[in-house]
């Protein structure tokens, strides 16, 4: 089992930043895809962001949704267990309550929900005009 805990959310105003962090426990960090998504009321559930692949010389390989693109950066520090989702110039539609998600088995798709087999709670992030 794989256990995910959110934490690093609240309610900012517009064009602030906020980091959510999210600690892994009970498998191989490393071999884990680790994704990043949102929820807004009355909405699915969408893709963020995702951290595929780390390497200590080349980086991080990331992937992120077209509405967070260039504000958004992922990434993970594998010494700590943890990943992070750096949020800047947040807008009031990036009001949600975000998740934090692990892939042991992965086939490619980042952006579903279904490629992932662990969820965290989640943890809310309201932003205000």
């Known amino acids: 089992q794989v256990q995910l805990v959110e934490s690093g959310g609240g309610s900012v105003q517009a064009v602030d930043s906020l980091t959510l962090s999210c600690r892994v426990s009970?498998?191989?960090?490393?071999?884990?895809?680790l994704g990043w998504f949102r929820q807004a009321p009355g909405k699915d559930r969408e893709f963020v962001a995702a951290?595929?692949?780390?390497?200590?010389?080349?980086?991080?390989?990331?992937y992120y949704s077209d509405s967070v693109q260039g504000r958004f950066t992922t990434s993970r520090d594998n010494a700590k267990n943890t990943v992070y989702l750096q949020m800047n110039s947040l807008k009031p539609e990036d009001t949600a309550v975000y998740y934090c998600?692990?892939?042991?088995?992965?086939?490619?798709?980042?952006?579903?929900?279904?490629?992932?087999?662990?969820w965290g709670r989640g943890t809310q992030v309201t932003v205000s005009s």
């Open positions: 998600a692990a892939d042991i088995n992965y086939r490619g798709a980042y952006r579903r929900l279904s490629e992932y087999e662990f």
């Open positions: 009970g498998s191989a960090f490393k071999d884990l895809v």
């Open positions: 951290n595929t692949w780390s390497d200590s010389w080349v980086g991080d390989m990331t």
